[in-house]
């Protein structure tokens, strides 16, 4: 697990001295956060968006930042379109409705970049159920 200090001045360049103390109980999990971010994004967001492995990132509160990512059924992963911060302590998503615009804009534009879907003219016979009719056949039977 990564964690992330966020708000920290360093200098470019030198010797850096950093004390951090910060104490925080956690009561929602890695695990339990990309689970509730997954189910979001399918309940509100979309369906071509899923979560992946959190970081703990520590600043004005403790979160659990959780990566975005958009998929198209002709390519797969597309890449990360933002992030979304679950309080560790409460398991609540920070600022859901800012979210939610925020990761479709990234997403349309991210979306713009792939290429137009093109289906392939011929489907693989090992695809293709050898015991069912061919759609578009329609078989009568004389009565």
Known sequence: MTIILAQHDIPTKGKVNLEIKHSFEIVTTAEEAKHKTNRWLLDLVSYMMHAEAPDLVIGDYVAWRVPVVLTATHKGRVGIVGYVDVHVSTGQIVDEKAQIESLV???????????????????????????????????????
């Open 105 to 143: 804009n990234r997403a349309e534009i991210l979306a713009a970049t792939l290429p137009n879907y093109t289906p392939a003219d011929q489907i693989p016979v090992h695809f293709v159920p050898q015991h069912l009719p061919q759609a578009g056949h329609i078989e009568t039977v004389n009565a």
